[in-house]
């Protein structure tokens, strides 16, 4: 039987790739995570300027008059998930707003689609309540 080659260079030690392939997915967790604390410090130093619009449709869905963003992170994502250019990762902590971030779109462009996944049953009836009183048309496909 002839030797057995190996694809990897000889320097590398095969208990590092175990344990690469072992923890691969927190590791990219962990990178995403830094990525977006280095982002956020980043837009942080920008001034922010909130578009008339956006104020006015969370306003309308939030039905207040006087109400703002949350937070500075979810002032910055609108414009990016409305402009449809990049992919958008968001992360944010409970309670932060991540829920307007998907319910704006259809408030500012009503000709276009948005399909959300929500994996808790017990935010579905109140996230289709919440929407259907902004006389955005809902619907629920259970599968």
């Given at each position: 039987?002839?030797?057995?080659?190996s694809?990897?260079?000889?320097?590398?030690?095969?208990?590092?790739?175990?344990?690469?392939?072992?923890?691969?997915?927190?590791l990219?967790?962990?990178?995403?995570?830094?990525i977006?604390?280095?982002?956020?410090?980043?837009?942080?130093?920008?001034?922010?300027?909130?578009?008339?619009?956006?104020?006015?449709?969370?306003?309308?869905?939030?039905?207040?008059?006087?109400?703002?963003?949350?937070?500075?992170?979810?002032?910055?994502?609108?414009?990016?998930?409305?402009?449809?250019?990049?992919?958008?990762?968001?992360?944010?902590?409970?309670?932060?707003?991540?829920?307007?971030?998907?319910?704006?779109?259809?408030?500012?462009?009503?000709?276009?689609?948005?399909?959300?996944?929500?994996?808790?049953?017990?935010?579905?009836?109140?996230?289709?309540?919440?929407?259907?009183?902004?006389?955005?048309?809902?619907?629920?496909?259970?599968g």
């Amino acid at each position: 039987m002839p030797p057995r080659t190996s694809l990897l260079p000889s320097n590398i030690n095969v208990r590092y790739l175990y344990f690469f392939a072992t923890h691969g997915f927190w590791l990219t967790i962990l990178l995403l995570v830094l990525i977006n604390f280095l982002l956020s410090c980043i837009l942080s130093l920008s001034p922010l300027a909130i578009l008339p619009a956006h104020l006015i449709a969370l306003r309308t869905l939030l039905g207040d008059p006087t109400a703002s963003f949350r937070s500075r992170e979810q002032a910055l994502a609108i414009p990016l998930i409305m402009d449809r250019k990049l992919d958008l990762l968001v992360i944010m902590p409970t309670g932060m707003g991540k829920s307007v971030l998907f319910s704006l779109p259809p408030l500012l462009e009503e000709d276009k689609l948005t399909i959300v996944f929500v994996p808790l049953v017990a935010l579905v009836a109140d996230h289709m309540r919440r929407l259907t009183e902004c006389g955005i048309s809902v619907a629920e496909w259970q599968g």
